[in-house]
């Protein structure tokens, strides 16, 4: 089991959260945060990067399958008594990233994007932010800084990755400790409408990108346009090898605004959420190939975000109602229930974002109660380390 696996099982184990990880997901060696320091302040015209860092609680906190713990006070002012909150006080969180658990003390340290602000930040329980960088942004409408992800490599380069909107293009950015952020990926079209977009990786080591339409539906279904696609690119921002067209980024088209992308444990299975106008819904991803019917769709639009996929669940973020929902999978990504809310009462905290996997039934998310609509408490915006119970999920049909 690699090394930050067995770190999360120490510290989820000595804390009152009370749930052991079954299956692992395989993640990089994640070195400490002490490398990294505060960067300059980013121009429109450098370029695309993602993701921050958080710290792990110690006693209480929630327990198995979403009970409410036993005896948790609330918050007073930025002070947030629950074990499972990383980080307080923030604005909505736009990506989060497990950096490092110390294994000798349980804290976890993550780094977690500000969409409006612009501010990558490495945070860390009751301890101050600390701002890695910010970048100048354009967050009118759905843009600003709204992704963010780790290098597949980041233990040997600490690269992270984050996605962007400036004043003339949408990007993505690269940020190396103790040096400037530069651009990997830039001309991604943007609107007035259409400019959020999300990363993750496969298991072959290769970014993916997801973009929004620029407002414009016709650029999603254009193949000459980096609008409305998922982009499947290496770390200089190049078409990634295996692509199903030599020299083209694009492995997926027709997009409107994609809130989270996500991949299976396995590496089979590839998943984007996305906000059309008339439901949210996701999308199970076969390269190359028309996007076909969504695999779930929500009328009700409950604002899709982050996505995990389990070994038996698909874990979805919602930013428009409180919580998570889950809906039961089978080993081949076939849904066999509806969609469970978890999370959703006066234990959870309130409407979620970003959502990565940490292992198979843990995941690190970020808050955005201080959005439009939210009802915030005073240690809103958060990021929160969540367990869900192996057996938890969808109702059955």
């Known amino acids: ?14 804390t009152a959260i ?9 993640f990089p060696e994640q070195p400490s945060a002490a490398g ?14 993602p993701e921050m860092p958080g710290g792990l609680p110690q006693g209480g906190g929630q327990q198995q399958g979403g009970q409410p713990p036993t005896s948790v006070p609330p918050p007073e002012g930025c002070k947030d008594f629950n074990p499972a909150v990383v980080a307080t006080c923030l604005n909505p969180v736009s990506g989060v990233a497990l950096m490092d658990v110390n294994q000798s003390t349980g804290v976890v340290t993550a780094l977690a994007t500000e969409r409006s602000t612009g501010k990558l930040l490495k945070v860390s329980k009751d301890v101050d932010p600390v701002e890695v960088a910010t970048f100048a942004v354009d967050a009118t409408g759905d843009g600003g800084l709204t992704g963010l992800t780790l290098s597949p490599t980041y233990g040997e380069d600490q690269l992270v990755y984050v996605y962007l909107t400036t004043d003339t293009d949408n990007r993505v950015m690269r940020l190396a400790p103790g040096d400037t952020p530069k651009p ?25 990108v997801a973009t929004g339409d620029a407002g414009n539906p016709a650029l999603a279904a254009d193949p000459a346009s980096l609008a409305g696609k998922l982009l499947r690119i290496d770390a200089a921002g190049q078409p990634a090898t295996g692509n199903p067209t030599t020299g083209s980024a694009v492995v997926a088209s027709g997009f409107r605004s994609p809130g989270g992308v996500c991949v299976s444990a396995d590496g089979t299975k ?54 998570t929902q889950m809906i039961s ?19 959870g905290f309130g409407r979620i974002g970003p959502l990565v996997a940490l292992d198979d039934n843990t995941a690190l998310v970020g808050t955005v109660n201080k959005a439009p609509g939210g009802a915030p408490v005073s240690s809103d915006d958060r990021v929160v380390i969540v367990v869900r119970d192996s057996s938890s999920g969808g109702s059955k049909d």
Request: contains cysteine; aromatic residues 8%; glycine residues 12%.
């Open 1 to 14: 089991m690699p090394r930050p696996q067995r770190l999360l099982r120490a510290v989820l184990a000595s």
């Open 18 to 26: 009370g749930l052991l990880a079954a299956g692992c997901a395989d």
């Open 36 to 49: 990294w320091s505060a960067q300059p302040q980013l121009t429109p015209q450098a370029g695309p990067t």
């Open 184 to 208: 990997v990926l830039t001309g991604i079209p943007k609107g007035a409408t259409g400019n959020r977009g999300v990363l993750g990786y496969d298991h072959e080591g290769a970014l993916l």
């Open 270 to 323: 590839t998943w984007v959420t996305d906000s059309t106008a008339s439901a949210d819904v996701l999308y199970k991803i076969a390269f190359g190939k028309p996007l076909g019917a969504p695999a779930w769709s929500w009328p009700d639009k409950p604002g899709v975000g982050g996505c995990a996929s389990l070994s038996n669940m698909m874990w979805v973020a919602t930013s428009n109602a409180p919580g």
């Open 329 to 347: 999978m089978n080993a081949e990504g076939s849904f066999t229930g509806k969609p469970e809310p978890f999370l959703d009462k006066e234990n």
